[in-house]
């Protein structure tokens, strides 16, 4: 069994293709000419733009699916003869190059359409996909040796850190973009410059989003590897601030330069980044921020590098915490030889990622905002945010910001609890819904109502509403024009903006056509 990823033509399976980490390394494969096959539960825009482009996808997760992989002979090749077809049309190849190529079955043996199987944490050892997968002898390999393999074909930009990793790998790819260096990425979020969570580009770059939830991040070699900061963000897999520690250091280890914050102490002290940069001017990072106003459009600060001045910096993105992740963008950007006026053009275009304080929509004078949150200071960063924006705007007497928060895993919200209890300060109003488990199992410990009664005690408007349903009705009767409704989590909360939106845009209907139409 091979002990290493085949690029060679060698077909990819993977079990949870929709997923926001999977999908995006089988679009890079799909969009190479590689053989991708893969297995969901569900269609969504996601799973579309991966079969726009070639890759075949199984509605079920089932041994059977497996049997597409059989030789020609037993079931006739179908499945891959169709995909290898469909890949040749994008790649503009005709059927007599396929069929010389090998990639058309009936000349390939068995053992070359045994498919590599992608899996990820999500995957249960019991998943009867998987099962087979191990009875069939495939090579099974985690989502993080794959994206491990691809660093490798690339002189690569991992970016890791418990917040802020997907905005700042998405501020890197989209500089080293719009500077025409033409970057692959592979992020966790949805950039609308590249229409999704993955590009494919000709360029020599690969920026990634390098995930330390599962441990994996010690898999990952790249040439520049850049910590945002170290927290205890996963309590399902590590025990203690230690052990998160100990991954980020061998990740380190493993970079051939690192790039790191120093207003994190832990990132400071115990991985001495080669680069360093920082919001105080004071703290002799390599690369600092002076003379800087937070609006409620945007950001804007004169950037330093190792004491001289380097220019002024515009951003969209709001807060200070985004203004942290784009040092470090400026920061990779020099390192790879960019002007700073190229990184600043780049960085002043930048809209940011979906779900990092996405606008949704605005009707009746309510802002609507989904954003990704789910760590205490995550929440309190993204709460200062809308703060800002609210003031921004003219905030007056009845001016709010609404958070709605659902929390994430059972584990999480309990290790959690008493900062959770400290992070709604920017808030005037507060719900708190059920927990999104994540498929972790309830064991009684701690509920949402719980979480709502510990904010409560320091909070004077918190309101739980258990299910989504009830989040949705409590909302058409609480909010008023001029709110900005801050919807937090990464779970599954943001299914209810729709709703409350339509609810708001039929108010809003119904009131312009009183007035067009006074009795």
């Not at 469909?86 to 007599?96: D, I, N, S």
């Not at 963000?233 to 991954?247: C, F, G, K, R």
């Not at 609210?390 to 659902?406: E, K, P, W």
């Not at 929390?407 to 992070?423: C, G, M, N, V």
């Amino acid at each position: 069994m091979p002990t290493s990823v085949d690029f060679s033509g060698r077909p990819f399976h993977f079990i949870g293709i929709g997923g926001i980490g999977m999908s995006a390394l089988a679009y890079i494969l799909a969009k190479r000419q590689l053989p991708v096959y893969g297995s969901d539960l569900r269609s969504s825009h996601i799973t579309q733009r991966l079969q726009q482009i070639g890759a075949h996808i199984f509605w079920r997760q089932d041994a059977s699916n497996l049997k597409a992989f059989q030789p020609a002979g037993e079931a006739e090749g179908e499945v891959l003869a169709a995909v290898a077809a469909r890949q040749g049309e994008l790649a503009g190849e005709t059927a007599e190059t396929l069929r010389h190529s090998g990639r058309c079955g009936g000349a390939k043996p068995a053992q070359a359409y045994s498919p590599q199987v992608i899996c990820s944490t999500a995957i249960n050892p019991a998943n009867s996909e998987y099962r087979a997968a191990l009875e069939l002898g495939c090579p099974i390999f985690h989502r993080s040796d794959l994206l491990a393999a691809l660093i490798q074909n690339y002189q690569s930009v991992a970016v890791a850190g418990t917040h802020g990793k997907t905005t700042t790998s998405s501020m890197i790819g989209y500089l080293l973009l719009h500077a025409g260096l033409d970057p692959t990425v592979v992020v966790g979020g949805e950039v609308s410059a590249w229409e999704g969570n993955a590009r494919l580009g000709e360029g020599p770059y690969l920026v990634a989003e390098a995930d330390e939830s599962d441990g994996s991040l010690v898999k990952l070699a790249a040439l520049i590897g850049v910590v945002t900061n170290i927290e205890h963000d996963h309590p399902d897999h590590y025990s203690s601030l230690e052990q998160v520690i100990s991954t980020f250091q061998v990740f380190a280890q493993n970079c051939e330069t690192v790039v790191g914050s120093i207003d994190c102490p832990t990132v400071r002290d115990r991985l001495k980044p080669a680069i360093s940069y920082s919001l105080d001017p004071n703290s002799g990072a390599d690369y600092t921020a002076d003379c800087v106003a937070y609006r409620s459009d945007g950001t804007t600060a004169r950037i330093w590098e190792r004491g001289e001045i380097l220019g002024q910096l515009n951003l969209q993105v709001l807060g200070q915490h985004n203004l942290s992740n784009a040092l470090a963008a400026v920061a990779v950007g020099r390192k790879l030889g960019l002007d700073f006026s190229a990184i600043a053009q780049g960085l002043h275009t930048f809209e940011g990622a979906r779900r990092r304080f996405e606008h949704r929509g605005e009707c009746s004078g309510i802002l609507f905002v989904d954003d990704y949150a789910h760590h205490p200071s995550e929440i309190r960063a993204t709460l200062a945010a809308a703060r800002l924006h609210a003031r921004g705007q003219g905030l007056t007497a009845g001016r709010r910001v609404v958070a709605i928060f659902q929390p994430h895993r059972y584990s999480r919200t309990l290790a959690f609890l008493h900062e959770f209890a400290e992070s709604f300060d920017d808030a005037d109003i507060v719900a708190i819904t059920d927990i999104y488990s994540a498929g972790e199992p309830d064991l009684g410990q701690v509920s949402g109502q719980l979480v709502a009664d510990l904010i409560a005690s320091v909070h004077p408007q918190v309101h739980y509403q258990p299910s989504l349903k009830s989040v949705s009705a409590f909302l058409t009767e609480t909010l008023l024009p001029g709110d900005i409704a801050l919807f937090l989590g990464a779970g599954n909360l943001n299914q209810v903006i729709p709703e409350v939106m339509a609810f708001y845009q039929t108010a809003e209907r119904h009131i312009a056509g009183e007035n067009r139409y006074p009795a």
